[in-house]
Nanobody, 127 residues
Framework: QVQLKESGGGLVQSGESLRLSCAAS?????????MAWFRQAPGQEREFVGV????????YYPDSVKGRFTISRDSAKNIMYLQMKNLVAADSAVYFC???????????????????WGQGTQVTVSS
């Protein structure tokens, strides 16, 4: 069973950057997995932020974060990262990492496309 644990959240000022980490365990290799980030603000649905195919490193992002957010991974450590820059108050949310043994070719993804989730880490952007 895949376990995921996020870290790196916190309080930042508008315009600043922040990097989140997601440590994955439970598999010897995640090469057959796609891993993604979602976020959820109070009273809103969980929103897709980006996905990375572990083996190739190919990434897909929604327009809402494209150019500001970058997903990468360290295959040796089984850690996925979310580098966020030029943060604004609207980016404030709980950020979740998620995974599924699958390859993804689109940015049109929802929570239904994944089946392993972390507990989330809070990001608050102060304006």
């Amino acid at each position: 069973q895949v376990q995921l644990k996020e870290s790196g959240g916190g309080l930042v000022q508008s315009g600043e950057s922040l990097r989140l980490s997601c440590a994955a365990s439970g598999e010897r290799s995640f090469n057959m997995y796609g891993m993604a980030w979602f976020r959820q603000a109070p009273g809103q649905e969980r929103e897709f932020v980006g996905v990375i195919n572990w083996m190739t490193g190919y990434t897909y992002y929604p327009d809402s974060v494209k150019g500001r957010f970058t997903i990468s991974r360290d295959s040796a450590k089984n850690i996925m990262y979310l580098q966020m820059k030029n943060l604004v108050a609207a980016d404030s949310a709980v950020y979740f990492c998620t995974a599924k043994r699958a390859t993804f070719y689109t940015s049109n993804l929802s929570t239904d496309d994944f089946n392993s989730w972390g507990q989330g880490t809070q990001v608050t952007v102060s304006s």
